[in-house]
């Protein structure tokens, strides 16, 4: 069966420091990746999605970068964090279909100090 | 851009209640999906559906194609089911990909 990880769990982090979110999938090849950010009463914000290794697409221009070293690999990247970066942070995981199911990790919670 | 509405936005029930949330949304889509947060954030697919009726235990999610609508009904409420249950529509996004859009989700509390 296909599990998802993210870690860490927790992170508070002062403004100014980088960031390195990572998230590995696990019982699935060449999944489709995403990383969502969820503010306090917001709805999910897609971030990035990548296809393929190498690939990625970034949906809101913002200071976050992501990278997918691997196929099942998918890390989230900032070299300077702002407080607006405060939030949690999703990784998930489809196959390529037409309906695009997702499948969620379990998320980090981003503190900006 | 597919538009995503829930309703309501907050909603307390007695335990044992029937609940209804409703999500409508602005674009055609290939599918509709029901997820539930926890309060620890971890999100749950609860259904994914493109027309018609699907019913797992006490919840039961309904779509009308036509009129952009669907619902999702909790019979016999009980306080495990308190949780943020998120609407979500995939349609084609830019350079042609398959996307969510996420409505805002309906806190949902019920009290024993």
């Known amino acids: 069966s296909q599990t998802i990880h993210q870690w860490p769990a927790t992170l508070v982090q002062p403004v100014g420091s980088p960031l390195s979110l990572e998230c590995t999938v696990e019982?699935?090849?060449?999944?489709?990746l995403y990383w969502y950010r969820q503010a306090a009463g917001r709805g999910l914000q897609l971030l990035f999605y990548?296809?393929?290794?190498?690939?990625i697409s970034s949906e809101v221009p913002q200071n976050l970068s992501a990278s997918r070293p691997q196929d099942r690999q998918f890390i989230l990247s900032s070299k300077k964090l702002l407080l607006s970066d405060s939030g949690f942070y999703l990784c998930?995981?489809?196959?390529?279909?037409?309906?695009?199911?997702?499948?969620f990790g379990p998320g980090t919670r981003l503190t900006v100090l | 851009k597919n538009e995503v509405e829930q309703s309501p936005q907050n909603l307390t029930a007695q335990e044992g209640e029937f609940i209804t949330i409703n999500c409508s949304y602005s674009?055609?889509?290939?599918?509709l999906h029901w997820l539930q947060q926890h309060p620890g954030g971890g999100i749950v697919s609860l259904f994914m559906?493109?027309?018609g009726k699907k019913k797992h235990g006490r919840l039961i999610a309904t779509i009308n194609i036509q009129e952009k609508h669907s619902s999702l009904h909790i019979t016999a409420s009980h306080p495990r089911d308190s949780a943020v249950y998120i609407c979500?529509?995939?349609?084609?996004?830019?350079?042609?990909?398959?996307?969510?859009?996420f409505g805002k989700g309906t806190k949902l509390s019920v009290i024993p």
């Open positions: 990548s296809v393929g290794i190498g690939q």
């Open positions: 674009v055609g889509i290939s599918a």
């Open positions: 998930a995981w489809s196959v390529l279909s037409g309906y695009n199911e997702q499948f």
């Open positions: 559906l493109s027309s």
């Open positions: 979500a529509v995939t349609s084609m996004g830019r350079a042609g990909s398959y996307q969510l859009t």
């Open positions: 019982g699935t090849s060449n999944p489709n």
